[in-house]
């Protein structure tokens, strides 16, 4: 059964850093991408950014561009998001997502993700 369980989360100022992280479990670590998705009320849940564990390719929306970085640590199955210079439109849910299931899924540069953590809330002030 794949497990997504994600941490880290919380209320920052806007301009401050937060580090989320999603250690992953029940699948196949280096076949799949890892990524991280966010959702603010109201809004369609959208891609922010993954990672190829394989290969190490990252890849970003352009809102985050310059301002988060993807990171994993293959030994641990777990991923991080570093965000920094946060923007209160950055407020949302954030899932960590892996590979698809048999339900809700999303395609995101190239990749599909259908397993999803629980979510963790990122509330940035202004």
């Known amino acids: 059964e794949v497990q997504l369980v994600e941490s880290g989360g919380g209320l920052v100022q806007a301009g401050g850093s937060l580090r989320l992280s999603c250690a992953a479990s029940?699948?196949?670590?280096?076949?799949?991408?890892i990524g991280w998705f966010r959702q603010a009320p109201g809004k369609e849940r959208e891609g922010v950014s993954y990672?190829?564990?394989?290969?190490?390719?990252?890849y970003y929306a352009d809102s985050v561009k310059g301002r988060f970085t993807i990171t994993k640590d293959n030994a641990k199955r777990t991923v991080y998001l570093q965000m920094n210079s946060l923007k209160p439109e950055d407020s949302a849910i954030y899932y960590c997502?892996?590979?698809?299931?048999?339900?809700?899924?999303?395609?995101?540069?190239?990749?599909?993700?259908?397993?999803w953590g629980q979510g963790t809330q990122v509330t940035v002030s202004s």
């Open positions: 029940g699948f196949t670590f280096n076949d799949h991408a």
């Open positions: 990672i190829e564990i394989r290969n190490g390719i990252t």
């Open positions: 997502a892996g590979p698809v299931g048999t339900g809700y899924w999303r395609a995101f540069g190239g990749w599909r993700f259908g397993s």
